[in-house]
């Protein structure tokens, strides 16, 4: 047993817990039997942990899903969902109106009503307006980008295999001979902006919906965008 020299009462009361520690059983579960001694060490299994524990088999936080321009996903603003509205017009059930300032597109259905969807049109200098109609449709397109865009943007791709990382999206309808195509975006923040090389886009889900509505054949109508100039043939100002 070793010898201890009291220097005081505070040592003799400190010497007489250490050796009723040293008695007792090394794994018993008892509360601490010195808690009136604040300067002595708390045993690791009774430190209060200064986190959560991460339980097994507990999924880790993930972070929001992003659009390929890096901003988080968002939900479409109220006008720019999918919905019936009013629409005045004297062209067919089944024609496609083009509304660019706007940025809708209204898929005609008869008796004064149309479907409308809100779509991202041609940026500053792309704008085109015109009557085409719908030569070809294609799920998950292949995208080619035509010289023009490849002397502009010479970093881009030739060719690029369709998929969910292919800019034309799940879906597109050809414009006649046209470089125009209306179709998805893997980036539906641009929805509602006027963002594009002249294509009309529209989110994944509302360009399937389209397509499953239109023929090869229907007429398409693009208004021209009072906002700025616009050549009125169907190709790029």
């Not at 009291?6 to 003799?12: H, M, N, Q, V, Y």
């Not at 250490?18 to 300067?39: D, K, S, V």
């Not at 496609?96 to 809100?118: F, K, S």
């Not at 050809?174 to 006027?194: C, F």
Request: one cysteine or more; glycine letters at 10%; hydrophobic letters at 40%.
């Amino acid at each position: 047993m070793p010898h201890f020299k009291l220097a005081g009462p505070a040592a003799a009361v400190a010497a007489a817990a250490i050796m009723a520690l040293a008695a007792g059983p090394a794994n018993a579960t008892q509360p601490l039997p010195f808690p009136f001694l604040p300067f002595l060490p708390q045993p690791a299994a009774m430190q209060p942990m200064a986190y959560a524990p991460v339980e097994p088999g507990m999924p880790a936080v993930q972070a929001a899903p992003q659009d390929d321009d890096g901003s988080p996903a968002a939900e479409l603003p109220a006008r720019l969902k999918r919905q019936i509205v009013s629409y005045a017009t004297r062209e067919a059930p089944g024609t496609i109106i083009i509304d660019t300032p706007n940025t809708y597109l209204y898929y005609v259905l008869g008796n004064g009503r149309a479907l409308r969807y809100g779509i991202g049109v041609g940026r500053d200098g792309f704008t085109w307006s015109g009557t085409q109609s719908i030569t070809k449709k294609a799920e998950w397109p292949d995208w080619t980008p035509p010289p023009e865009m490849i002397a502009r943007q010479p970093y881009l791709p030739r060719h690029m295999a369709g998929g969910p990382g292919n800019p034309l999206g799940a879906r597109a309808m050809y414009l006649g001979g046209t470089i125009y195509r209306i179709h998805g975006t893997n980036a539906p923040s641009t929805i509602g902006t006027h963002v594009s090389s002249g294509c009309i886009r529209l989110t994944n889900d509302d360009v399937a919906d389209l397509y499953s509505r239109v023929s090869v054949g229907a007429k398409v109508i693009v208004l021209p965008d009072s906002r700025r100039a616009d050549n009125g043939s169907g190709r790029r100002s």
